[in-house]
């Protein structure tokens, strides 16, 4: 089993920056692609952005591309999520999670943490 642990939220006026922190226990996965995930009160779960182990290689949502960076501390067992020019609508719990494969869809992913909260006052 893979553990994760999202850390960094909290409460942050429009235009300001935050980073999150996804700390990684359990089997080893090497071979995972990790994903940052958000779901504002009453929407769906929307992609954000991803990051391949192997080769460090990265995606982005149209909507956060050039606000966000997503990097990974293989020490560390831990991804980070850089949000800068927070906008209002980037309100969310934010989610860590694990795949197997290479996947924007969240139904792909096989593990996921408790979620850290941002909220971005405007």
């Known amino acids: 089993q893979v553990q994760l642990v999202e850390s960094g939220g909290g409460l942050v006026q429009a235009g300001g920056s935050l980073r999150l922190s996804c700390a990684a226990s359990g089997r080893t996965f090497s071979r995972y692609v990790m994903g940052w995930f958000r779901q504002a009160p009453g929407k769906e779960r929307e992609f954000v952005a991803s990051?391949?182990?192997?080769?460090?290689?990265?995606y982005y949502a149209d909507s956060v591309r050039g606000r966000f960076t997503i990097s990974g501390d293989r020490a560390k067992n831990t991804v980070y999520l850089q949000m800068n020019a927070l906008k209002p609508e980037d309100t969310a719990v934010y989610y860590c999670a694990a795949s197997g494969v290479a996947t924007q869809l969240p139904q792909s992913y096989d593990y996921w943490g408790q979620g850290t909260q941002v909220t971005v006052a405007s």
């Open positions: 990051v391949r182990w192997s080769a460090l290689s990265t």
